[in-house]
C-alpha cells in the first residue's frame, strides 16, 4: 500500500514495517525515500506491505505530522473497497457472459439472468459516440446519463473508484515498481506531463470519426479494452494452461489425482469458463496489447489512464463542472512531495502550483498523505490554485478532431466496404446493416466471449482496417446455433439487435440468414470420391432442410491394383450428393463445422444472402429495393 | 599471469565432467534409435454391461402401448408406460443390484424441445432413474455427448431438469471427459470416449426411435454415437460399420426405446412439430440388435433393409430375427 496509498505512510512507518517482514533489508535511518518499493519480486514487496498491514508500526509522519482527516482516512479504505468490489464485479460478470444452462424448462427462452454487459452500458464514452453516429441512445446506454451525473458531482471518482481497467493500472503502478518506482523517481514520475494531452487528443478524434460514421472509439474505451483482453485472451489463456497441467495430472493413473485434476476442471468450467476451450481468431493480438499496456506502468505509473484513456478524457472535460474538489493553501506547503509519491491522475496535488481538476481520479491519498494542512478536499471550493480545464490547444484538438473525422472516409477508399465486400464478414444473426453496424460496433466483444459454440470473432482486417475487432462469424471454428440470440442479448450498442428465438429461425415469418452455404464439389466426398457422407444435411438445422441430397448410383474404382492388360475393377456405389437450396439456407455454418474434410471443408458459407442487406444477395427474389435495410 | 590452483583445476574438471556426463545419461535414457518399434498389440478394449442369467419364463423383448381406453383418456402418461414394460421384463432388480453405479444414456443430441422428438422424451429419462433409484442403485448418471451446445441440448430437452428432479447426477459432456481407448473395431480403432460411460457398474441405453437420413433408422445402436468424442463427422463415411463396431464396444445391461414420440422424417433432428408422430409406445429388450430391429417398423422400415442389423446380426450382438424371441405387448 505504502507505494500508492498512503495510510501507513512516512519513513518511520516504513522502516517499521520493513523490520517486522525482513529484519535483515530494514534501513538503518530514516532517511530513506518515503514509501519506497521493496526491489526484487513483486511478490516479496505484496508480503512486506501485508505484513505492514497486519503489524502497522507507529505512526509518525514527516514535517509537522499533522494526520489527515477522519474522513478522508476513512474514504481512502472505502474507495479500496469499491476498487475492490468494482473490479470483482466486472470480473463476475465477465465470467457469467456466457451460458452454462440451467433447470428452466425447455420452452424457456434461453437469456443471461444478470446484465452482464453493465459496466458498458454505464459507459458514458460508449454513450457519446453512439449518439453522434446514430443520434439515439440505445436502450440501456442511458444508464451512462449517471456516470455523468456523478462526474458532475465529484468529477473523475469513476476513474479512480468504478473503472476495472483502472483498478488493475492502479494495482499494476503498485506492484510494478521500476527504477521510476522509488521516491523522487516517483514524485518525478507523478508530476503533470504534456504526454497528459494526448488522451483528449485521442478522444476528440474518436468523437469526430463517430460523427462521420465508425465507432472507432471502442478500440481505445477502456471496458471494451478490458472485455475484449480478459474475454479473448487471458481467460482463454488460463484455460488452456489448466488444462494441459489436469490432463498431465490425468496421465499419472492415479486416481485420487485424477478425481481432484476432474473436480478442478468442472469447478471452473461452471464458474470462470465453459466445457470446451475457446479459440479467437488472432486473439494473440489482443493479448500482446493488454499485456503491453500494463507493462508500460513500470515505466509511466497508470500510463493508459494518463495518457491513452479516452473516456478518462471524456469525464475529465465534464469535471471542470464538478462541485466537489481540492483547495490548496501553498503557504504552509514544506514541499515534501508526499502528495506526489502517491498521486494517481498526475493532476499536481503539491504546493506551489495549480491543481488540475480535469486530470484528478478524486483517489484522496495526496490528502490522506500530506502531513501539513495544505489539501482539502470539500464542496464547492475555491478555484483560486485549480485549473479545471483541460491543458489542450484549441487548434491542435481543431486538428486531431479533424483527423479523425477524415479518417472514415479515407478508410473507405479501401475496397472492402463499397466495391469488394468480403466474403468473410459473416455478421451475427440481427446485425443491422453494415454501414449502421460501424456505426454501433464498439468492439467490446461481448458477443464474442457470449457465444456457446465459439462462433463469434474479432475481425482482423477482414471488415477492413475500421473493422478492426467487430465482430465476425467463423462456421468452421464455431457455428450459429439454431435457437440462440445470446449475442444480440448482451449488445450494449444495438449493432445486434435484440431479436427473439421467433425471429431468428422464422415462426410465422421468413428467418434471418447472415449467409449461404456452396460446395466445393472437388472436395466434397459423396460429389468426388464416391464415399458416403451427408453429416452437413444431418446438422442442418432448418426444417425443411436447406441442404438436399440427390440419390445417385456411380462407379468406383477398388483400391487395388489390376491385372496386367486389364480394366481396373470398378464397383457401383450408392450415395447422396448434398445440394444448397439458396432461399432456404441461413447461413448458419453447421455445415462447415462439421464437414470431415479436415483442412479446408467441402462446404463453406460466405456472406452473401445475409438478411440485413439487399445488395449482398444472390436470388433475385430477395433482391428488393424497397425494403427498408 | 599467476598459476591457478590445483583445487580449482579439479572443481572445473569436475563440473565439465558432471554436465558432460548428465548430458549423455539424459541422452542414453532417452535415445530414440529411430525406425519403426513393434508396438504390443493391445487388447481389445469392450464394456459389456449385459447380464448373464436369462430366466426363461420372462420374456425378451417386451412393447408397451398405450390401450384405447388410456388413449380416450387424453395423452397418456410416458411414465407408466415405462413401469408396465420393465415390470414384464422382470423388474429393475432384475438388473440394478444395490450400490450399483448406473449410467443412463438417453439421446441429448440437439438443441430441440420434446414436441420436436429429436432428444429422449424427459419423462422417459426421469421414470428410468426413479426405477433405478428404487432397485437400489447407488448413483445414477443422465449423460451425452451431445451434436448441438450441449448445455443449450441438456435444458432445452427437457432432460436436465427431469433427471435432477428425481435425483440423478446430470453430467454436461467436457474435454476432460474424454480418454483414448482401443475399440480394435472394423473401422473404429483408437477414439476418445466418454469416460462415465465406461466407469459404470451398468448402463441403460435409453435412445428415441428416429428416422435418420443416411443410417436409415437410429435408436438403440446408433446411440452409441454419443459415446465417442473426437471427430466422429468422419464416422458416416461407414456408418453401418461404425454403428456395428460402436455396439459391439458398449453392450448395455438394458434397453429402452422411447417410441411415444417418432420423427418420421428429416431425422435425425427434425425441425418441425409436423415431421413427428404419436406412437405412445416403449420397447425393453436385452437385446439392442431385437430392439432396432422390432423399432425400425415404426418408420415403416423392415430390419433388412438396414445393414447395421445385418452386422450387429451377424456379430452375435444380439437378433434381428426378433420374431424368434419371447414378446411380450403390454
Not at chain 1, 473508484?161 to 527504477?179: D, N, Q, V
Not at chain 1, 464538478?322 to 504552509?332: I, R, S, T, V
Not at chain 1, 489539501?375 to 486531431?400: E, Q, Y
Not at chain 1, 442479448?489 to 449467409?515: L, N
Request: proline share 7%; charged share 20%.
Amino acid at each position: 500500500m505504502a507505494n500508492s496509498d498512503p495510510t501507513p505512510s512516512g519513513p518511520a512507518h516504513r522502516d517499521a514495517a520493513a523490520a517486522t517482514a525482513a529484519p535483515a533489508k530494514a534501513s538503518p535511518d530514516g532517511t530513506t525515500p518515503p514509501a519506497a518499493p521493496a526491489r526484487g519480486a513483486p511478490w516479496a514487496a505484496l508480503l512486506r506491505r501485508a505484513g505492514a498491514l497486519v503489524r502497522p508500526g507507529p505512526k509518525r509522519r514527516a514535517g509537522s505530522g499533522l494526520p489527515a482527516r477522519k474522513t478522508i482516512q476513512v474514504l481512502v479504505w472505502v474507495r479500496r473497497a469499491v476498487q475492490a468490489g468494482c473490479l470483482g464485479l466486472f470480473l463476475y460478470f465477465l465470467f457469467q457472459t456466457g451460458f452454462r444452462g440451467s433447470f428452466a424448462s425447455s420452452e424457456a427462452r434461453v437469456r443471461l439472468p444478470l446484465p452482464v454487459e453493465g459496466f458498458l452500458l454505464a459507459d458514458p464514452f460508449v454513450g457519446a459516440m453512439t449518439l453522434l453516429s446514430t443520434h439515439t441512445v440505445y436502450r440501456g446506454l442511458l444508464w451512462s446519463v449517471g456516470i455523468l451525473a456523478l462526474t458532475l458531482v465529484v468529477g473523475r471518482v469513476f476513474c479512480g473508484w468504478i473503472c476495472p481497467f483502472g483498478t488493475l493500472h492502479h494495482f499494476f503502478g503498485w506492484i510494478f515498481p521500476s527504477r521510476y518506482g522509488k521516491g523522487g523517481k516517483r514524485v518525478e514520475s507523478n508530476k503533470t506531463y504534456a504526454r497528459q494531452r494526448v488522451k483528449y487528443y485521442l478522444m476528440y478524434a474518436f468523437l469526430a470519426a463517430s460523427m462521420a460514421g465508425s465507432v472507432i472509439g471502442g478500440l481505445f474505451d477502456p471496458i471494451c479494452v478490458a472485455v475484449r483482453a480478459i474475454g479473448l485472451a487471458v481467460i482463454p489463456a488460463a484455460q488452456y494452461v489448466i488444462a494441459v497441467v489436469t490432463g498431465s495430472a490425468a496421465e499419472t493413473g492415479s486416481r485420487p489425482v485424477q478425481l481432484v485434476a476432474d473436480q478442478t476442471q468442472d469447478f471452473l468450467a461452471a464458474s470462470v469458463w465453459q466445457t470446451k476451450q475457446f479459440y479467437f481468431h488472432h486473439a494473440w493480438f489482443v493479448g500482446i496489447l493488454f499485456v503491453g499496456i500494463l507493462f508500460m506502468n513500470r515505466f509511466i505509473p497508470r500510463f493508459w489512464c494518463r495518457v491513452l484513456c479516452p473516456l478518462g478524457a471524456f469525464l475529465g472535460v465534464f469535471a471542470r463542472f464538478a462541485l466537489f474538489g481540492m483547495e490548496k493553501d501553498h503557504a504552509k506547503c514544506t514541499d515534501c512531495n508526499l502528495c506526489l509519491v502517491h498521486c494517481q491522475g498526475a493532476d499536481s496535488p503539491q504546493g506551489g502550483v495549480k491543481w488540475r481538476q480535469d486530470e484528478c481520479h478524486m483517489c484522496l491519498n495526496c490528502e490522506n498523505a500530506c502531513p501539513e494542512d495544505v489539501i482539502k478536499f470539500r464542496f464547492l471550493p475555491n478555484r483560486k490554485s485549480a485549473l479545471v480545464t483541460p491543458d489542450t490547444g484549441r487548434r491542435t484538438a481543431l486538428a486531431t478532431a479533424a483527423a479523425g473525422a477524415v479518417i472514415i472516409p479515407t478508410a473507405r477508399i479501401a475496397d472492402v466496404l463499397d466495391a469488394n465486400y468480403d466474403h468473410r464478414v459473416i455478421r451475427p444473426p440481427g446485425s443491422v446493416e453494415e454501414r449502421e453496424f460501424l456505426e454501433r460496433c464498439i468492439r467490446c466483444a461481448e458477443c464474442m466471449k457470449v457465444c456457446p459454440n465459439n462462433a463469434i470473432h474479432p475481425a482482423f482486417f477482414e471488415a477492413g482496417i475500421e473493422g478492426l475487432w467487430t465482430p465476425i462469424v467463423i462456421p468452421r471454428i464455431g457455428y450459429c446455433e439454431h435457437s440462440c440470440v445470446l449475442c444480440g442479448d448482451v449488445c450494449p450498442t444495438g449493432a445486434i439487435q435484440k431479436i427473439t428465438e421467433e425471429q431468428k429461425m422464422g415462426v410465422g415469418q421468413k428467418p434471418i440468414s447472415i449467409g449461404t452455404a456452396f460446395y466445393d464439389q472437388g472436395r466434397c466426398l459423396p460429389w468426388s470420391m464416391s464415399v458416403p457422407c451427408i453429416v452437413c444435411e444431418e446438422f442442418c438445422p432448418t426444417s425443411p432442410k436447406a441442404i438436399w441430397v440427390e440419390e445417385v448410383d456411380i462407379p468406383k474404382r477398388e483400391p487395388v491394383a489390376a491385372e496386367h492388360g486389364k480394366e481396373p475393377l470398378m464397383k457401383m456405389v450408392h450415395v447422396q450428393r448434398p445440394h444448397v437450396d439458396p432461399a432456404l439456407c441461413i447461413g448458419c455454418g453447421a455445415c462447415e463445422k462439421v464437414c470431415p474434410v479436415q483442412d479446408k471443408p467441402a462446404v463453406y458459407v460466405t456472406s452473401v444472402g445475409e438478411t440485413r442487406s439487399k445488395t449482398n444477395v444472390i436470388l433475385l427474389e430477395d433482391t428488393d429495393y424497397n425494403k427498408p435495410s | 599471469m599467476s598459476d591457478i590452483s590445483r583445487r580449482e583445476v579439479l572443481r572445473r574438471l569436475g563440473a565439465a565432467g558432471l554436465v558432460l556426463g548428465g548430458a549423455a545419461g539424459v541422452g542414453a535414457a532417452r535415445w530414440d534409435r529411430g525406425g519403426s518399434t513393434a508396438t504390443a498389440a493391445e487388447r481389445q478394449q469392450t464394456r459389456d454391461y449385459r447380464l448373464r442369467d436369462a430366466p426363461a419364463g420372462l420374456p425378451e423383448l417386451v412393447v408397451a402401448r398405450a390401450g384405447a381406453e388410456a388413449l380416450a383418456g387424453g395423452a397418456p402418461d410416458p411414465a407408466a408406460l415405462v413401469r408396465k414394460a420393465v415390470d414384464a421384463l422382470g423388474g429393475m432388480r432384475r438388473f440394478i443390484s444395490r450400490g450399483d453405479v448406473v449410467v443412463v444414456k438417453p439421446n441429448i443430441g440437439w438443441d430441440r424441445t420434446p414436441i420436436h422428438a429429436a432428444n429422449t422424451n424427459p419423462k422417459v429419462v426421469a421414470e428410468v432413474v426413479r426405477l433405478a433409484y428404487d432397485a437400489g442403485a447407488k448413483s445414477v448418471i443422465v449423460t451425452d455427448a451431445s451434436c448441438n451446445e450441449p448445455n443449450r441440448c441438456f435444458q432445452r430437452s427437457g432432460i436436465w431438469k427431469a433427471a435432477y428432479d428425481v435425483g440423478a447426477e446430470v453430467v454436461i459432456p467436457a474435454a476432460h471427459r474424454f480418454r483414448g481407448m482401443r475399440l480394435k473395431g472394423e473401422v473404429l480403432d483408437d477414439w476418445p470416449v466418454y469416460t462415465p460411460l465406461v466407469n459404470a457398474d451398468k448402463v441403460i441405453n435409453v435412445p428415441i426411435a428416429k428416422h435418420h437420413n443416411l443410417s436409415k433408422y437410429t435408436a438403440a445402436m446408433k446411440n452409441w454415437y454419443g459415446a465417442l468424442g473426437g471427430r466422429r463427422n468422419r464416422l458416416h463415411q461407414n456408418i453401418d460399420v461404425s454403428i456395428a463396431d460402436l455396439a459391439t464396444f458398449i453392450q448395455p445391461t438394458l434397453t429402452i426405446v422411447d417410441a411415444i414420440r417418432v420423427l418420421m422424417r428429416n431425422g435425425p433432428q427434425g425441425g418441425n412439430v409436423a415431421d413427428a408422430k404419436d406412437m405412445h409406445t416403449i420397447i425393453a429388450t436385452t437385446d439392442q440388435v431385437a430392439a432396432d430391429a422390432y423399432g425400425c417398423q415404426l418408420i415403416g422400415r423392415k430390419p433388412e433393409e438396414i445393414p447395421y442389423l445385418k452386422m450387429g446380426h451377424e456379430r452375435g450382438l444380439g437378433t434381428m430375427h426378433w420374431q424368434n424371441l419371447r414378446l411380450a405387448e403390454v
